[in-house]
DNA sequence: GCGCACAATATTGTATACAATATCCACAAT
DNA sequence: ATTGTGGATATTGTATACAATATTGTGCGC
């Protein structure tokens, strides 16, 4: 929340900036997000920011309410259960439409995110969450349907926040197999194999950040 | 684009009404919207209007360049095929989660819009249109899941500017017949014949659309 | 006649001023 | 003590003013 760059337009600096923030968890979910605060910490005024903030709320990642500002939004048990349904059938999608079209520079891609994701420390949460994110999203890629990719980014907003409310840790004794299987099959070119390999992952994943959830009261 | 409501905030009227206008047609794709035209038609200033316009970016119905205003989004032949794939998996999805988990009232809801869009007449393009969709929302709101409406909210919004990008016609030999089976399997608690007969709706919906939006260039 | 440069114009982007609504605290009445 | 009312304060919502960037058109040179 210090500071940042713009990339050619304030407004789209704020809402990159802004974005990361709600996403990597700095800002808490529940938290309200102040205009004339917001304009201060970066040094801008009003506008960008109330741009910036309506953009993210249409995204889904903030909630606002008339005359009362925007707040970072909470999901409920029930809202994170629906979520985990639909990624589930579009992951699944993802995966399978990979299988099908990836490209020789897709395959590298998916290595070296899936090593990448290896290779992190267990015990650094921001860092497993970024990575396995990154695996996600060139899955996503591969398939090369452009519409998906546009809803996935909704549903990644959506996991992200849900994580950030439970503290999910990413670690699970399945996770590194289940992830391996899923690129073998994508690789292989299995789209059967790719669906089922991502929906059984969401599926344990999705067991464990519930499990996480529910004991929390549902505002 | 002559009166239009304000719920509250303007902003807000401004959003429902731009954004009517696009999913109905009125305002075709590729065409600019100048702030000061809009503020002035409208009868208030440029701040709500741009508010209103950054929201409906976001939604993906309107195109924003840099110090270059906005336009109605078109889309290419390739993001409509990629818009049906996904369109299918969640349609599915929809129905399969509507069969499971309909109560009465949706039971009623679904037989009203069906019966709605079987008594429109089948030259009125807009009405058709308009209770198809009727139809489709009443499914996925019988499924019950807040993450499914939302996606297919911008799912919607994409079939609405293929269609007015190919105004091909809703009517078709199997439409009616596709529609019942639908309903049908959805009342009768088969999920899996839910889930086949709403994709197979989708495909043939789909290759309707497409043909017609073969022929054009895609810019 | 064609093309480029440059100015005139228009439009978007940002900042600020003003209005309307909500929040909060003090204080009184029960 | 608690609750309700009122005003003071703060914050959002809208309008407008100013700055920066793009577009358009005109004139000059070739």
Redesign the interface.
Known sequence: MTSFERP??VRDGVYDHLRRAVLDGDLAPGERLGEVELGAQLGVSRTPI??AL??L????LLIAE?NKGVRVRTLSA??AR??Y???E??DG?AAA?AAQHHTPADAAALRAALNELHAAPGSDYRAQTRLDLAFHRAITHAAH????N??NR??EQ?VALIKHQTRTYNAHPQTDAQHAALLDAILARDHDAARDAARTHVRTFAALVLNDLQPRSTP
Not at 145 to 148: E, F, I, P, R, V
Request: no cysteine.
């Open positions: 050619t337009l109330r741009e309506m953009r709320t249409q995204d889904g008339a029930a809202e629906d979520t349904v639909v990624r059938e579009l999608l439409l349907n452009a519409a998906l546009d809803l909704d549903l959506r």
